[in-house]
C-alpha cells in the first residue's frame, strides 16, 4: 500500500517532462531569433506556457467538463468576468441567455486569438460589444473597472484553475470582490487547493517551486477556498469536492458558489 501512495507523490514529474517536451525546444528557439529574451523572463514565461497550455488544455478541459458545467452554466449571469481565460475554454459552458458580456481576463497575451476563436464560435466578439479581452493581471483592479466603462462592477466572476497562480493571491481575491463584483454578484470557482491531510500537504509545498516554474507561477499548496470564505460578507456559501474523487491527492479540488451582500 505504501509504495502506491509514494508514487503518486512523484505523479507531478510525469506532467513536468511533458511541458518541457512540448514547451521547451519552441522557447529556445524563439531565444535564438530574439536573444533579448533572455533580458525580459516574465515573457519567456508566457511563450513556454503558451506552448505548455496548448498542450495541456484541452485534456485539462475534458477532465473538468461536469464540474464546470455544475459551477458556471447554472449560475454565471449578466456580465462575466472570466480570470485566467487561457484559450477561453470557459465559454462554453455560459448560457447565452443569461450573459450579455464576457469579459476574458488573460495577461498573457499569446493566448488571445484562442479566447477570440472561442468567443467567436459562441456569437461573441468585441465589435459588437459583447466580448472584451484585457491584457492586465487579476490584481489591477482600477485597469479591469476601467475597461469595464458603464458595466462596472461585473455581475459574475468566474475563476478555473486559475487562483492558483495569481500574485498576492489573498489581497488579489480580496480586491476583486470589492471593488469588480457587484453586491448581490456571484463568485464561482473550480480550483486545485491545497490537501487537508497534512503528508500530502507537504508534497505540495516540496514540488510548488519547481512546478510553479514549469506553469507560469501555479503553485499545489493553496487553500483557496479558505481564503474566499474569510474574505467575508458574503449571503450565500456553497464548497464542494470534484465527484468520484479521492481526498488524498496532490491535485484536490474543490468547487465554489459565494454570492456577495446586497
Given amino acids: 500500500m505504501a509504495l502506491p501512495k509514494l508514487l503518486r507523490r512523484f505523479s507531478v514529474l510525469i506532467d513536468l517532462s511533458h511541458a518541457f517536451k512540448v514547451a521547451l525546444w519552441p522557447t529556445i528557439k524563439r531565444i535564438f531569433h530574439e536573444p533579448s529574451l533572455l533580458f525580459h523572463p516574465q515573457t519567456l514565461s508566457y511563450i513556454f506556457m503558451s506552448h505548455v497550455w496548448t498542450f495541456f488544455a484541452p485534456y485539462i478541459d475534458e ?13 454565471a449571469h449578466g456580465v462575466v468576468l472570466d480570470v485566467g481565460a487561457g484559450h477561453g475554454h470557459n465559454i462554453k459552458y455560459l448560457d447565452s441567455a443569461r450573459v450579455t458580456k464576457y469579459v476574458a481576463l488573460e495577461p498573457n497575451v499569446l493566448m488571445h486569438p484562442e479566447i477570440r476563436r472561442a468567443a467567436g464560435a459562441a456569437g461573441l466578439n468585441e465589435a459588437d460589444g459583447n466580448l472584451i479581452i484585457l491584457a492586465c493581471g487579476a490584481e ?14 461585473v455581475d459574475t466572476i468566474v475563476s478555473t484553475l486559475t487562483l492558483c497562480s495569481v500574485p498576492e493571491p489573498q489581497r488579489t481575491i480580496k480586491s476583486l470582490v470589492s471593488d469588480v463584483l457587484k453586491p448581490g454578484g456571484e463568485l464561482l470557482f473550480f480550483e486545485h487547493v491545497q490537501n487537508p491531510h497534512p503528508h500530502v500537504a507537504r508534497w505540495q509545498r516540496f514540488w510548488s517551486p519547481l512546478w510553479s516554474k514549469a506553469f507560469d507561477g501555479c503553485r499545489l499548496d493553496r487553500p483557496t477556498h479558505v481564503w474566499v470564505q474569510e474574505i467575508g460578507g458574503w449571503e450565500k456559501e456553497e464548497v464542494w469536492g470534484q465527484d468520484g474523487e479521492s481526498e488524498d491527492l496532490l491535485f484536490l479540488h474543490r468547487s465554489g458558489r459565494f454570492v456577495k451582500s446586497a
Fill in 63 to 75: 477532465h473538468s467538463a461536469a464540474e464546470k458545467a455544475k459551477v458556471i452554466t447554472p449560475y
Fill in 140 to 153: 489591477d483592479t482600477a485597469s479591469i473597472l476601467t475597461s469595464l466603462e458603464g458595466y462596472q462592477p
